[in-house]
């Protein structure tokens, strides 16, 4: 059992005492659409047990349910799949749900162990393909604004092709030293198709980029002569040469699904 997550969940439980977010509160707003952006796990269930829990480090109680996950329409992305699988449901209001009843359970993780706690923030009921699509829209909504802020927050956004890949010139360690941590800075230059978001000067623009596998840099983008994408550029202050162009976390590069989100918001 993973401990360290247990105690969390237990002090995140304490904290909640079962309130549900203001965002899912918010009165005249779509429920389904608060509900989802106040979820972390999203699921067509059905209640097995009341009153009862599948979590050791639970005393079952009035608000407590093991239900079946029976397809799991949202998750983060760090999540296990536990469709298929039974969870402790942490209930809103005691007493609000019945045996065998079949529900659309929005939830927040509260407990990770030898399988799930979740605390339930709210719960819809009614066809279920209407419910999947509904949450299904909110989640794409929700994903492009996710999108289209990442690409605000950046300094220069740009959409293009790796035209070369060079060794980057003047960049040395502050200190003078080369250790396991050197990013090993690369420059790749960038032929610009579209600029999303900021200026460019040119119709390319260099990008640096750690090239090193060292656990600090590892999972930064790494580009190669050819390839096509579309990068989140953020002045950067490399050791020995100042402001550049670079790409550091692995967000920086977006998949093709983001890009076309972002192009929809394209610069006029």
């Known amino acids: 059992m993973d401990w360290k997550h247990v105690r969390m969940g237990l002090a995140l439980l304490a904290a909640l005492g079962g309130a549900v977010p203001a965002s899912a509160q918010a009165p005249g707003a779509d429920p389904v659409r608060e509900l989802t952006r106040a979820a972390e796990l999203v699921f067509q269930g059905t209640v097995l047990k009341l009153g009862a829990a599948n979590l050791e480090v639970v005393e079952p109680n009035e608000k407590t349910a093991v239900v079946r996950v029976d397809e799991t329409l949202a998750s983060t992305g760090t999540l296990d799949d536990f469709t298929g699988r039974e969870v402790t449901v942490f209930l809103k209001d ?35 393909a209407d419910l999947r699509a509904q949450v299904a829209s909110v989640r794409g909504q929700l994903r492009a604004e996710e999108v289209r802020a990442r690409v605000a927050a950046a300094d220069l ?6 035209v070369s890949v060079k060794a980057a010139a003047g960049a040395v360690p502050v200190s003078g030293v080369i250790t396991e941590h050197d990013p090993q800075w690369q420059e790749a230059v960038v032929e610009v198709r579209t600029v999303l ?6 119709s390319t623009v260099a990008v640096w980029f750690p090239a090193s596998l060292d656990v600090m840099w590892a999972h930064a983008p ?14 950067h202050d490399a050791e020995g040469r100042g402001p ?25």
Do not use: C, M, Y
């Open 244 to 268: 550049v162009w670079a790409v550091l976390d692995p967000q920086d590069q977006l998949t093709a699904e983001e890009a076309r989100i972002a192009e929809g918001g394209v610069n006029p």
């Open 157 to 162: 956004a740009v959409s293009g092709r790796v």
């Open 197 to 202: 978001h900021g200026q460019a000067a040119e």
């Open 222 to 235: 790494k580009l190669t002569a050819g390839r096509e994408g579309t990068w989140l550029l953020h002045r």
């Open 94 to 128: 005691a007493g609000s749900a019945k045996v065998g009843e079949q529900s659309v359970f929005f939830t927040t993780v509260g407990l990770l162990g030898e399988t799930l706690g979740v605390v339930e923030v709210g719960r819809r009921n009614g066809p279920p």
